[in-house]
């Protein structure tokens, strides 16, 4: 019962550096979603695949990319982090885009310094 | 404005108690409707649809008012595992939009 999986749970990062977070769900569900969690503002989509080999930009994209690995994979990247992009970072998965519900990995918490 | 909105609480109730709060939703077109449920430090999780006609899962109620674009819950007999912070959900297109929540405390 995994579910959607990410890692790492928490980083720590300098300004200036790069990551990428990893995503994975076994539930075959097409779509998937990468959003933040910032205090008072609720989830903010940066970007989302909404079936294999597409992707879209979110509300928030920039300093962002992604890629959608295969079905079950979809990771985000950092090319050059900045102390604006410390956040919660939450991603999702659905059966389908849109009205469906999604399912939520626990986390990645990351800081940027 | 936002396209969700909602009272942020925090609303703080007895053990038992009833407690209801809405949210707002500015895109009429809004298809789908849902409440999630966000424990401390934890990643949302989905709670109930909201449908058109209303629904009930156990102690919980939803509402949806399309006219004055509206949803609301109701939590009935509350109890302490019921502390948490509610997200209001609403899809347009191909994503849902998040509300900032509102909390809930309920004490003994």
Known sequence: NAGVTQTPKFQVLKTGQSMTLQCAQDMNHNSMYWYRQDPGMGLRLIYYSASEGTTDKGEVPNGYNVSRLNKREFSLRLESAAPSQTSVYLCASSESGGHQPQHFGDGTRLSIL | ?108
């Open chain 2, 1 to 108: 404005r936002k396209e969700v909105e909602q009272d942020p609480g925090p609303f703080n109730v007895p053990e038992g108690a009833t407690v209801a709060f809405n949210c707002t939703y500015s895109n009429s077109a809004s298809q789908s409707f849902f409440w999630y449920r966000q424990d401390c430090r934890k990643e949302p999780k989905l709670l109930m649809s909201v449908y058109s006609s209303g629904n009930e899962d156990g102690r919980f109620t939803a509402q949806l008012n399309r006219a004055s674009q509206y949803i609301s819950l109701l939590i009935r007999d509350s109890k302490l595992s019921d502390s948490a912070t509610y997200l209001c959900v609403v899809s347009n297109d191909y994503k849902l939009s998040f509300g900032a929540g509102t909390t809930v405390t309920v004490r003994a």
